[in-house]
């Protein structure tokens, strides 16, 4: 099928395998937005897809870039080309774990980008505005797998985190392979399918929410029963450590004063002496250092009269006696006032050694010694009240509880009305997909509390958890006769194929996805319900942008849009290109998948009756 005027063509049989330029992470967008197509609109597919795909140095593909359209798009060639190379690329892109061992040999690193139409006003647009990584409706995603084992990631050209990777991809796409579909064979995703069927997710998440308020409740009511429990030890404790640094009556900085005052008290023998020589050499010996300037001062005055310029140096003399006489009274001042006192240095340094010990006690700083008395203070408050808070938390955890099993109850009996429903529906898919007789089941189980599981998560003697206490298993017999077993116990890859591909057609409508990619969905099938299988891949393109990689020309024919994988040798290395099909081209890759390596006329009519209509 064209797509419409106006979109992004490419001439038939013209490969994609552009010569790549080196540009810095902020032109990240140009280049790949070269590749958006036009929507096709006809499918009335929601807002988000996947519009483009770029792959360099990535297993043996060294350039490749693929463009994606609404609708269904078949990826078809022969087995090694590289198709399911493509699919880990784009896992890759999705947030799994990288590994050097994925680099093209002869390559440092490997370079995988795709670029996804998001909701304008959608979660994730908020998300990526709110990390500033906004970019209009688009959102390209970069990884970069180096030899060194430092992947990098970008998000519209910003460095970024896997776990941003992650929540940003969760619902762009996911990938449902032959026996690694996401969610179909982990049971702990049957409940979530179920609860996403029968449209109970609202309150779904409103239980959850209850749950995670009611943990953190539970889990304050046992610290406080547990403080309860040592309370007399504690209050002991605390009684004593308080009245201890209140008695000590502790003053700003004092441990600085107090030293300050050790140092003179210790040194007050030196001190005494050190000032009164000071005072005998600047004055009271004979030929003191003042009665040496007054003489000069003298008969500098007495010879100021020959000359006048010797008179101010007289006058600074004169000055210089008077302050010197000054400094020699504060002098005798200071000698006064040292006093050589043993009692008071051993009470100064009994109070240094309690502090010291205070500081070791509580923080190393009197400023720390203050803070936990606060803190003593504090907590005897709250000890003081333990039982009223106690009473206070009880109270929440009981209403909490109550509307818990409340909606536990509510979603436990819409999952069983929903199983019923969802059993049924299942099986009318599978039979149109040759699977008549196929009896599909969902088991919905309760898990028992044990004796000693938390009563205020326990509802009708069962435990609760973050989804209520429903516990889902999908359950099939494929054949009549046998008792219906775990899905994930399932032998046949064909009937796995069309379980995934009936569940996905159910939840068509209300899956959040916007891109659906399976990954050799024919396995274990072939003719007629090969065609059936089509058919519904072609239903489900309605709500949903699906790419699919198949060998069955059964399939093929109802794509949208085809392209064909190859690999072919250039200058001794092995390269991959894809090619888009239009008209003849596709006619021959449908006469290809018919009739393998040898093409014969008839072979080519087939072809072109089965895309009759299609080109």
């Not at 080309?81 to 680099?103: D, M, W």
């Not at 032998?491 to 409508?509: D, F, M, N, P, T």
């Not at 093929?556 to 040798?569: E, G, L, P, Q, T």
């Not at 081209?585 to 072979?603: D, F, N, S, W, Y």
């Amino acid at each position: 099928m064209a797509p419409p005027e106006g979109g992004f063509t490419i001439p038939p049989g013209c490969a994609i395998n552009l010569t790549r330029l080196n540009r810095p992470d902020d032109a990240l967008r140009r280049p790949i937005q070269s590749l958006q197509m036009t929507s096709f609109q006809p499918l009335g597919l929601g807002t988000c897809m996947l519009e483009a795909l770029c792959i360099r140095n990535f297993a043996i593909i060294d350039d490749l870039r693929i463009p994606f359209q609404d609708g269904l798009t078949v990826l078809s060639g022969e087995t090694g080309a590289g198709k399911s190379i493509i699919i880990s690329a784009v896992n890759l892109l999705l947030g799994s774990r990288a590994s050097a061992k994925l680099i093209r040999t002869g390559a440092d690193c490997a370079e995988l980008e795709a670029l996804f139409r998001i909701a304008p006003n959608g979660a994730l647009a908020s998300m990526l505005a709110a990390a500033d990584c906004a970019d209009g409706d688009g959102l390209v995603v970069r990884r970069l797998v180096s030899r060194n084992e430092r992947h990098r990631v970008y998000l519209n050209g910003r460095l970024s985190t896997m776990q941003a990777l992650s929540s940003a991809t969760e619902n762009l796409a996911s990938i449902s392979g032959q026996h690694a579909h996401q969610g179909l064979l982990n049971e702990d995703q049957h409940l979530l399918i179920l609860d996403q069927f029968g449209g109970q997710l609202t309150l779904r998440e409103g239980l959850g929410a209850c749950f995670r308020t009611l943990l953190p409740l539970i889990q304050e009511l046992k610290s406080l029963n547990l403080q309860k429990d040592r309370q007399t030890e504690r209050l002991e404790l605390l009684r004593f450590q308080h009245k201890e640094i209140l008695d000590a009556d502790i003053q700003p900085a004092e441990d600085e004063r107090l030293a300050q005052e050790q140092l003179r008290l210790r040194s007050a023998e030196t001190l005494f002496r050190t000032a009164q020589e000071s005072i005998d050499g600047l004055y009271a010996t004979e030929g003191a250092v003042v009665e040496r300037l007054a003489e000069i001062q003298k008969t500098l005055e007495k010879v100021s009269g020959l000359d006048g310029g010797l008179a101010p140096v007289a006058r600074r003399l004169a000055e210089a006696c008077y302050q010197l006489e000054d400094t020699v009274d504060e002098l005798r001042h200071y000698r006064d006032s040292v006093t050589m006192d043993e009692r008071r240095l051993e009470a100064v340094e009994a109070r240094l050694d309690m502090l010291r010990a205070l500081k070791r006690k509580y923080g190393g700083s009197l400023t720390a010694v203050a803070e936990r008395r606060a803190a003593i203070e504090r907590e005897l408050l709250q000890i003081g009240d333990i039982e009223g808070r106690m009473t206070a938390v009880r109270q929440q955890i009981e209403a909490q509880q109550a509307r818990l099993a409340d909606q536990s109850r509510k979603l436990s009996a819409k999952r069983k009305n929903s199983a019923r429903s969802l059993g049924a529906k299942v099986e009318s898919e599978l039979a149109s997909l040759n699977m008549a007789q196929t009896r599909f089941e969902v088991l919905l189980q309760t898990l028992p509390a044990d004796p000693g599981f938390e009563p205020f998560l326990t509802v009708d003697g069962f435990a609760v958890g973050e989804t209520g206490f429903d516990r889902a298993c999908f359950m099939i017999a494929p054949n009549v006769g046998e008792d219906p077993k775990p899905l994930a116990a399932i032998a046949s890859g064909g009937e796995l194929s069309r379980v995934v591909l009936a569940l996905k057609a159910i939840l068509a409508q209300s899956d959040a996805v916007g891109t659906i990619i399976f990954d050799e969905v024919d396995a274990g099938i072939g003719g007629g319900v090969a065609e059936m299988v089509g058919q519904k891949l072609a239903a489900l393109a309605r709500y949903h942008q699906v790419i699919c990689i198949t060998h069955l020309p059964q399939i093929a024919r109802f794509a949208h849009h085809h392209y064909r994988i190859s690999k072919h040798v250039a200058g001794g290395r092995t390269h991959t290109r894809i090619e888009p099909l239009e008209a003849e081209a596709r006619v021959q890759e449908i006469a290809r998948m018919l009739g393998g390596a040898t093409i014969t006329p008839k072979t080519l009519d087939h072809a072109r009756e089965m895309l009759q209509g299609r080109l």
